[in-house]
């Protein structure tokens, strides 16, 4: 994913402030430090990727673990390492089912389970902490990623709402029309949204699929579920009716001036 390189102060003050968030195991001083984390990432023109790194820390060589992040392991991410673990101890082919293992010990442990030969602790452990690090990573790329892209979403939306109200124009020159990536990792519900088309800013976006209500990707003021919006990629296009538009690029043009919008 490319940098985010337009000063935003919008939707910088919005991922500081906000209390809502995708990711409500985050509570307390480990929301406002990821929030923080994420806000200064969006200020640098940092890639979510790049802010995941902050967010998750630096492996320490030695022991293979992340140290210094601002995330760490839920329950149910735990009792998967705790699996992982296992079918090192038990020597199962289980092993080779965890998509984030360390794949370049994988002819090693073919032969140790072929052969019943235990694999030494302290590889175990290496092993471990490197697919959790692994776990935790990911985990901290999609934290930022859904924070991220739905705070340049909400910009847009509001940004645009406001210029169109400072303008001549009605509301009704607007048209807006939820864009899905279109490759297979969109979820159904996004895919059946793929070119819903809304005049105006009061009408919301509505799943033919889930009945799940947004305004723009991302959005969860609607009571749109963590389903709906964790690592959603979409984006909405703005079409505004051609010979009206002069008044409106004016208005966007002296808000990206001021830094108000990317």
Same mark, same amino acid.
């Given at each position: /994913?490319? /940098?985010? !390189?337009?000063?935003?102060?919008?939707?910088?003050? #919005?991922? *500081?402030?906000?209390?809502?968030?995708?990711?409500?195991?985050?509570?307390?001083? #480990?929301?406002?430090?990821?929030?923080?984390?994420?806000?200064?990432?969006?200020?640098?023109?940092?890639?979510?990727?790049?802010?995941?790194?902050?967010?998750?820390?630096?492996?320490?060589?030695?022991?293979?673990? !992340?140290?210094?992040?601002?995330?760490?392991?839920?329950?149910?991410?735990?009792?998967?390492?705790?699996?992982?673990?296992?079918?090192?101890?038990?020597?199962?082919?289980?092993?080779?089912?965890?998509?984030?293992?360390?794949?370049?010990?994988? !002819?090693?442990?073919?032969?140790?389970?072929?052969?019943?030969?235990?694999?030494?602790?302290?590889?175990?452990?290496?092993?471990?902490?490197?697919?959790?690090?692994?776990?935790?990573?990911?985990?901290?790329?999609?934290?930022?990623?859904?924070? /991220?892209?739905?705070?340049?979403?909400?910009?847009?939306?509001?940004?645009?709402?406001?210029?169109? +109200?400072?303008?001549?124009?009605?509301?009704?020159?607007?048209?807006?029309?939820?864009?899905?990536?279109?490759?297979?990792?969109? !979820?159904?519900?996004? *895919?059946?949204?793929?070119?819903?088309?809304?005049?105006?800013?009061?009408?919301?976006?509505?799943?033919?699929?889930?009945?799940?209500?947004? /305004?723009?990707? $991302?959005?969860?003021?609607? $009571?749109?579920?963590?389903?709906?919006?964790?690592?959603?990629?979409?984006?909405?296009?703005?079409?505004?009716?051609?010979?009206?538009?002069?008044?409106?690029?004016?208005?966007?043009?002296?808000?990206?001036? +001021? $830094?108000?919008?990317?």
């Amino acid at each position: /994913m490319k /940098m985010i !390189r337009s000063r935003n102060k919008a939707a910088e003050n #919005w991922l *500081r402030e906000k209390s809502d968030s995708a990711f409500t195991t985050l509570a307390g001083l #480990w929301r406002g430090r990821v929030q923080d984390t994420i806000a200064d990432g969006f200020q640098e023109g940092h890639n979510p990727r790049r802010v995941g790194l902050e967010l998750a820390g630096r492996i320490d060589p030695k022991t293979g673990k !992340r140290e210094g992040g601002s995330i760490t392991l839920d329950a149910s991410e735990k009792n998967i390492i705790g699996a992982f673990e296992k079918s090192l101890v038990e020597l199962n082919n289980s092993y080779f089912e965890f998509d984030l293992r360390n794949k370049k010990y994988d !002819r090693s442990l073919h032969k140790a389970i072929r052969e019943r030969q235990p694999v030494p602790s302290e590889k175990i452990q290496l092993l471990v902490n490197q697919f959790g690090a692994r776990i935790l990573k990911q985990k901290a790329d999609l934290i930022a990623q859904t924070e /991220m892209l739905s705070a340049i979403s909400r910009s847009r939306h509001f940004s645009i709402k406001a210029a169109i +109200e400072k303008s001549d124009l009605p509301e009704s020159a607007v048209t807006r029309i939820w864009d899905s990536c279109g490759d297979d990792r969109v !979820r159904p519900s996004h *895919r059946a949204l793929d070119g819903q088309s809304i005049v105006g800013f009061k009408e919301c976006f509505v799943s033919p699929v889930t009945g799940a209500k947004l /305004m723009y990707p $991302g959005d969860r003021s609607l $009571g749109a579920s963590d389903d709906e919006v964790v690592g959603c990629r979409c984006r909405v296009r703005y079409k505004i009716a051609f010979g009206q538009r002069s008044a409106v690029q004016e208005e966007l043009a002296r808000l990206r001036s +001021e $830094g108000k919008i990317p």
